[in-house]
């Protein structure tokens, strides 16, 4: 996308600019997990985005084509709701397999950028668009990639959805399935709980909604909130069956917390609940808790309030939560903004951009929740062989 901006002069002349680096600044926060790590790089219009998996076991069986399955419906141009970008995402991997399976070596991969439309974003350079990072991180580093976002773009998620996809590999070999779908759009939203749902109809819906009737609501709503140059939000949820009752590290660790910071993590995301959430605050104790029965011959609960955590710690349930997604912050229409010296502008996006991100966000979703869980799995896993 394109912005175009017009300037009015400023009436001062002995305006401070708006930041003067003293000394140079690193980005941190790269990596992402404690015995199962995912180390990324790359911008949005850089030569390519790419990733380092340490901690994966050796000798495990890896399907390459299951992470290009999860790419594809991570990427753009998959349907006329989203951004047109053509990437073909086709992950290489560089190191850490051999003959199909895990060395236990750090897992290295590249995804090329092969369709960064650099030209469109030289009119960024001076102006700090509306709820973007383009003030904060020229404020904090004193320079910014303004093409496409650089690093804060969601193009930097391709390496998450890879590093996802092999946690899911891991995590499938223990029967733990990960499922994320659409759950509302703007005001539009799922009213059934998801045990009533059908999965299987997740992906036969260009927004994988569940339920075709709601779907086709919601593309409506795309539609007409597109004419107007406007976006929308939206709201992805994930169930998790199968993880036994033991993975989670109270007090700091706790798999709600980690799950609920993976989550923030995500380009957009402003919102996580787990279980009951918010609603917990209206209800009483006697209607919120869980009591535990005995289900043939284990021991589960009645109910599921807790989202399948207590304590910070699984306990067998499904672990299900809510993520809340903002509207897409570049709008196709005229906006006020500031530029680099505190110059009122107008801009306008212009290009190839989300009316709203929440389908492509269902893949991410699951992958950082999969980084989440092996990560777990593998610290309980070493806490008891030590």
């Known amino acids: 996308m394109h912005f175009i901006h017009v300037s009015e002069k400023s009436k001062h002349n002995d305006f401070i600019p708006i930041f003067t680096p003293s000394k140079a600044i690193i980005m941190a926060g790269n990596t992402f997990g404690t015995v199962f790590r995912l180390t990324t790089f790359g911008e949005s219009h850089g030569k390519a985005i790419g990733g380092i998996i340490d901690g994966f ?137 998801y045990r009533e749902l059908e999965f299987d109809q997740i992906e036969k819906s260009p927004l994988r909604c569940p339920d075709s009737k709601v779907s086709q609501q919601m593309e409506a709503l795309i539609k007409q909130t597109a004419i107007v140059g406007d976006t929308l939000g939206g709201i992805v949820t994930c169930v998790v069956s199968g993880a036994p009752a033991c993975w989670g590290e109270p007090v700091f660790d706790k798999l709600h917390a980690d799950l609920a910071k993976a989550m923030l993590s995500i380009n957009a995301v402003k919102g996580f609940e787990i279980g009951s959430g918010f609603s917990a605050a209206a209800m009483t104790g006697s209607h919120h808790n869980d009591i535990f029965i005995k289900q043939e011959d284990k021991i589960t609960t009645a109910t599921n309030f807790s989202g399948g955590i207590q304590g910070g710690i699984s306990n067998g349930n499904d672990i299900y939560f809510r993520v809340a997604f903002k509207p897409v912050a570049t709008l196709m229409r005229e906006q006020k903004s500031l530029d680099t010296e505190a110059v009122p502008v107008i801009i306008s996006g212009k290009g190839r951009h989300d009316v709203c991100v929440v389908p492509r966000a269902v893949p991410i979703v699951e992958a950082m929740t999969a980084l989440v869980l092996a990560d777990h799995y593998l610290r309980n896993k070493t806490a008891k062989q030590a």
């Open 57 to 193: 076991p050796s000798g495990v069986e890896v399907d390459l084509e299951f992470v290009g399955q999860q790419l594809l419906r991570r990427k753009p141009g998959q349907s006329s709701f989203v951004s047109s970008r053509h990437e073909s995402d086709e992950v290489e991997i560089l190191s850490g397999l051999f003959k199909g399976k895990s060395l236990g070596t750090p897992i290295s991969f590249l995804v090329w950028n092969k369709d960064a439309h650099s030209g469109d974003y030289d009119h960024l350079k001076a102006v700090f668009r509306p709820s973007h990072a383009d003030y904060t991180y020229e404020q904090k580093y004193g320079i910014r990639d303004f093409r496409g976002g650089g690093r804060s773009s969601a193009r930097e998620t391709v390496a998450r959805v890879v590093g996802g996809a092999f946690a899911q590999m891991l995590l499938g070999s223990l029967s733990v399935k990960i499922t994320a779908y659409t759950s509302q759009i703007g005001s539009i939203g799922l009213k059934k709980d």
